[in-house]
């Protein structure tokens, strides 16, 4: 299996920057891609965003051009670069791994907050 290990959440103030980690272990060859997902409260999860083996990003389309999603390879790291944050960013972020064979695995979560 993989483990995620999610972290990098904070308070920041409208207009600031956060970069979130997802620090990958196990089985680590298993893995396809990884994205991150939010979620407010009473709500389900949705996507912000996400980069598979190749490199290829997509990202839902409120983070375009605010949000960055990366490897770092030689640290089996993912990392979130979130900048031009909102009040509307402020959610739970998970980090999200989709495993070959249709398996996944989830981080368990780091709070943002966005407020003056």
């Known amino acids: 299996q993989v483990q995620l290990s999610d972290s990098g959440g904070g308070s920041v103030q409208p207009g600031g920057s956060l970069r979130l980690s997802c620090a990958a272990s196990?089985?680590?060859?298993?893995?396809?891609?990884v994205g991150w997902y939010r979620q407010y409260p009473g709500k389900e999860r949705e996507l912000v965003a996400t980069?598979?083996?190749?490199?290829?990003?997509d990202y839902a389309d409120s983070m375009k051009g605010r949000f960055r999603i990366y490897r770092d390879n030689s640290k089996d790291t993912w990392y979130l670069e979130m900048t031009s944050l909102k009040p509307e960013d402020t959610a739970i972020y998970y980090c999200?791994?989709?495993?070959?064979?249709?398996?996944?695995?989830w981080g368990q979560g780091t709070q943002v907050t966005v407020s003056t």
């Open positions: 980069v598979n083996l190749g490199g290829t990003t």
């Open positions: 999200y791994a989709h495993l070959y064979g249709n398996l996944e695995s």
């Open positions: 196990g089985r680590l060859f298993s893995i396809y891609s």
